[in-house]
């Protein structure tokens, strides 16, 4: 009886994998404004980022809008949320994390290609909505 029970409770366990403390999406759902800037002080604008939960355990959705002046670059990327951070691949080699600092706070960096803003830069967002 005991080993039968104990059958059961491994099989019902079984696929149920424990998520990454702090890794919930749903932290970051909604939308975000707040300022870009490249590593080398050149450019800088504002950024408007909306968070979704993605499809997959520990994924999310974000629509990226980085202004400079009359160029607006938006992406649709999808990223995985793990200890308290995101992170998106960009197509071109390029990444883009952020974490929360407080409530309603993210700070992160990004890099890459053609895709963002700058090869290198840094973003402040507060909770918009």
């Known amino acids: 009886m005991i080993a039968w029970l104990l059958l059961l ?11 990454p403390r702090g890794a919930s999406p749903s932290a970051f ?5 707040g300022q870009w800037q490249a590593k080398d002080s050149t450019a800088s604008g504002p950024v408007e980022v909306i968070f979704t939960d993605g499809t997959n355990r520990g994924s999310i959705v974000a629509q990226f809008t980085f202004m400079q002046g009359a160029k607006v670059l938006t992406s649709r990327r999808e990223g995985t949320a793990i200890d308290g951070h995101v992170r998106f691949e960009a197509p ?3 990444e883009i994390v952020l974490r929360m600092e407080g ?3 993210l700070v992160g960096d990004f890099g890459g290609g053609p895709t963002l803003p700058a090869e290198q830069g840094a973003l402040e967002l507060d909770r918009a909505r």
């Open 29 to 33: 759902a909604g939308a975000w404004a």
């Open 92 to 94: 071109d080699d390029g």
């Open 9 to 19: 409770v491994l099989a019902s366990a079984q696929g149920v994998a424990a998520e």
């Open 103 to 105: 409530p309603g706070r």
